[in-house]
């Protein structure tokens, strides 16, 4: 499934030596990476490697201490949430962090308002222009619900729904507000291997539908190494290798850290 070809191609994502301390444990040492546009890069490594606090990083709901890094050119340093979802990140999370009591179009619809250009103001009034985007937002979230097989579920509330579901209600939501990286914490955690392989088809499906370059932390290692054209590895906190998918798989600091001792 790798999209890599034999020229280089653009960075949209550039980690550069980020260090982050919580107390007396370092969370993240020293790490740095990039991703290329219209790739997808996997993030691998044990438990507490620091993979899901990266994300927390990436996503404005932790700041570095230290290092920097740089989406599509501008640095996301000091930029609230809301502010990182509204210029093009967007994310899941290990248990899908949905609205229970809402349903499943809600939830998707919620997920788009990031792109929003219309303030309280036009909002109240009504104006033409907001309208506009209502009407756009609503036809998105119809076609999202329909590609991830999800238009039986859009009038439940997501409480009622299985695991399995509230994963693709997630992903349509994340799709919603247009990202051009999207950020996959554990897709596959929880899912039978027939989900695991319907959710490796969507992962491509993505990438190719919205042209959006994906970074993917995940433990289940036979989607990682179906999707991803390129892997980083995280142990305590610190990079301990990078490289393709069966490079990543020969590492024998790898195989020592996360796959297991080698016999």
């Known amino acids: 499934?790798?999209?890599?070809?034999?020229?280089?191609?653009?960075?949209?994502l550039t980690v550069s030596d980020i260090c982050l301390r919580f107390g007396g444990v370092v969370a993240l040492d020293g790490v740095s990476f990039t991703v290329e546009r219209g790739t997808v890069c996997g993030l691998i490594g044990p438990n507490g490697a620091g993979k899901t606090t990266?994300?927390?990083?990436?996503?404005?709901?932790?700041?570095?201490?230290?290092?920097?890094?740089v989406f599509n050119g501008r640095s996301l340093f000091d930029l609230p949430p809301h502010v990182i979802a509204s210029i093009g990140i967007g994310r899941t999370f290990q248990n899908p962090a949905l609205f229970d009591t809402m349903t499943?179009?809600?939830?998707?619809?919620?997920?788009?308002?990031?792109?929003?250009?219309?303030?309280?103001?036009?909002?109240?009034?009504?104006?033409?222009?907001?309208?506009?985007?209502?009407?756009?937002?609503?036809?998105?979230?119809?076609a999202l619900l329909e590609s991830l097989a999800l238009r039986s579920y859009a009038d439940r509330p997501v409480i009622e729904l299985?695991?399995?579901?509230?994963?693709?209600?997630?992903?349509?939501?994340?799709l919603a507000g247009r990202p051009k990286l999207l950020l996959l914490d554990e897709p596959a955690g929880g899912l039978s291997h027939e989900e695991v392989d319907r959710f490796c088809d969507l992962i491509a499906w993505a990438r190719d539908k919205f042209e959006a370059t994906v970074l993917l932390v995940e433990h289940h290692m036979n989607m990682v190494v179906r999707v991803s054209d390129k892997v980083v590895v995280l142990n305590f906190g610190r990079k301990i290798a990078e490289g393709t998918p069966a490079e990543v798989q020969r590492n024998q600091e790898v195989v020592e850290a996360y796959l297991g001792q080698a016999s």
């Open 104 to 142: 499943a179009r809600e939830n998707v619809t919620i997920g788009g308002q990031c792109r929003s250009s219309g303030g309280i103001l036009a909002s109240m009034l009504r104006l033409p222009s907001v309208r506009r985007e209502e009407n756009a937002l609503a036809q998105r979230t119809d």
């Open 54 to 69: 990266l994300f927390n990083c990436l996503s404005g709901l932790c700041r570095a201490d230290s290092g920097a890094i």
């Open 1 to 12: 499934m790798s999209v890599l070809s034999s020229g280089p191609r653009a960075s949209l």
């Open 162 to 174: 299985t695991f399995a579901t509230r994963k693709r209600i997630e992903l349509a939501r994340a």
